[in-house]
């Protein structure tokens, strides 16, 4: 995955340098994190800043675990931190 600089940095900007799943602070993190697409490119996603979010290393494994396993189309792992909580399980 190729992402220009700009659009990287305006992800990072706008997830107030958190991630946009859990809300993990990338500050104090020893790993990068990961510019993530919700929708995967694999899926047609687009390399756009509405599809993109920041995520740390543990969201974006579960991601990528879950979205290459058995729901395909239900990628739509939600930036949802600031909103709801129910994230949790
Ligand atoms: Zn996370």
């Known amino acids: 995955m190729s992402l220009p600089d700009s659009?990287?940095?305006?992800v990072i900007e706008r997830a107030?340098?958190?991630c946009e799943y859990c809300g993990?602070?990338?500050?104090g993190q020893?790993?990068?994190?990961?510019?993530?697409?919700i929708h995967p490119v694999k899926l047609a996603g687009q390399?756009?800043?509405e599809n993109l979010a920041?995520?740390?290393?543990?969201?974006?494994?579960r991601k990528g675990a879950r979205v290459s396993a058995e729901?395909?189309?239900?990628?739509d792992f939600v930036r949802g931190w600031r909103g709801?909580?129910?994230s949790a399980r």
């Open 30 to 37: 020893e790993a990068v994190f990961h510019v993530d697409h």
């Open 54 to 61: 920041l995520a740390c290393v543990s969201c974006s494994l």
């Open 47 to 49: 390399t756009e800043l």
């Open 16 to 18: 107030g340098n958190r």
């Open 84 to 86: 709801s909580q129910e």
């Open 71 to 75: 729901d395909p189309a239900g990628g």
């Open 24 to 27: 993990l602070s990338q500050e």
């Open 7 to 10: 659009l990287r940095w305006q």
